[in-house]
């Protein structure tokens, strides 16, 4: 006796759980696709800043009070974050290599970069 052969058809659903969505079955066609940004105008018109009380900051008013937490401490040389300051020129540096420079600047470039951050100071 030969054992019957069945043939059973394979039915696979269209999309599997596990697989990521096709763009054309995300997006039929004509829907837009991906995040639409919106201009200026459009978020002003949205969020109805009229009814704001005017000491509260919107995008109209960018006005906020100052900040709370202290400003960062950049280098005066080199623009990097600056963890030393040099007692005697009060000029503020990175790393040994800017500390040589700062040692062997003349009192008037000191001055100079004082003077772009606002803390001139007259030394002695």
């Not at 007692?87 to 990175?94: E, G, H």
């Amino acid at each position: 006796m030969e054992p019957e052969v069945v043939r059973a058809e394979l039915v696979l659903p269209t999309h599997l759980s596990f697989k990521r969505m096709q763009m054309y079955e995300k997006y039929p066609k004509g829907q837009a696709r991906g995040r639409h940004w919106k201009h200026l105008k459009q978020i002003l018109q949205a969020e109805n800043f009229q009814n704001y009380p005017p000491d509260e900051p919107n995008y109209v008013n960018i006005e906020s009070p100052p900040s709370m937490h202290p400003c960062k401490r950049i280098c005066d040389i080199t623009g990097f974050e600056a963890p030393y300051s040099d007692p005697r020129t009060n000029l503020r540096y990175a790393g040994a290599d800017v500390f040589k420079l700062v040692r062997s600047l003349p009192n008037e470039y000191v001055q100079r970069y004082l003077a772009l951050r606002n803390a001139a100071v007259v030394l002695k």
